[in-house]
């Protein structure tokens, strides 16, 4: 069987209409990631990072062109479906965390596969302690770190055993070596066979992907 490209954008563009005008946040984008490929987005405020990140992780859809993931055309999917690709296929990594306050570590990671009534909470230790926080299994966030707080959302993020990893400034709350604790974390998730797409003004970003890009105005350079 030929193998496919786990995240694949053609031509694609996002438009914006609002009270002003319309805002083409993408336009035109070609964008592929292999699997154990980690790539870096980089771009100026407004350039479209965000969104791009949104439309590959199915949080927003195009305007035009196409997405797919594994092969799968999943442009023009409803809500319904999206909600169970991104269960399936997708992990997100977002700059705050987005972790509850009052769940534990352990909690926290678990949480995905609750709603599923599946309660994965072995797995969940066991990610923890991948990430280096198998003695924080039960603090609370804020009884945590920045970095290990961003450690918890990384083995969050992994507990559906994704094809393919999103985030939108994972560094940017971090000091320089927490940042390359994280950065090392992802080095090794992609190696395990992850697609890792990481969006940031992290210059430090680029000493561990496999591949920059530059979205300028909407367009990869
Ligand atoms: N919901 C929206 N409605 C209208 N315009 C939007 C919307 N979201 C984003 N935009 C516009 O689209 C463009 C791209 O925004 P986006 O958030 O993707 O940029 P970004 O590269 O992530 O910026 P930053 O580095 O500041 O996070 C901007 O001009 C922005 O104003
Ligand atoms: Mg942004």
Redesign the pocket.
Known sequence: MAATTPLELDGAVKR???ASGT?T?LDGVDFRVGSNEFVCLF????????????VLGLLDSLTDGTLRLDGEDVTTLSIEERTEVRREYLGFVFQDYHLVPTLTAVENVELPTVFDGRAERERARELLDRVGLGDRLDHKPPELSGGQCQRVAIARSLINRPSVLLA??PTGNLDRETGKVILDEFQRISDAGVSVVV?T?DPLVSDYADRRLD?VD?ELG
């Not at 771009?43 to 969104?51: A, E, F, I, L, V």
């Open positions: 914006y209409e609002g805002v946040a771009g100026p405020s407004g350039s479209g990072k965000s969104t791009m990140l949104n939108d400034e969006v003004h979205l909407g």
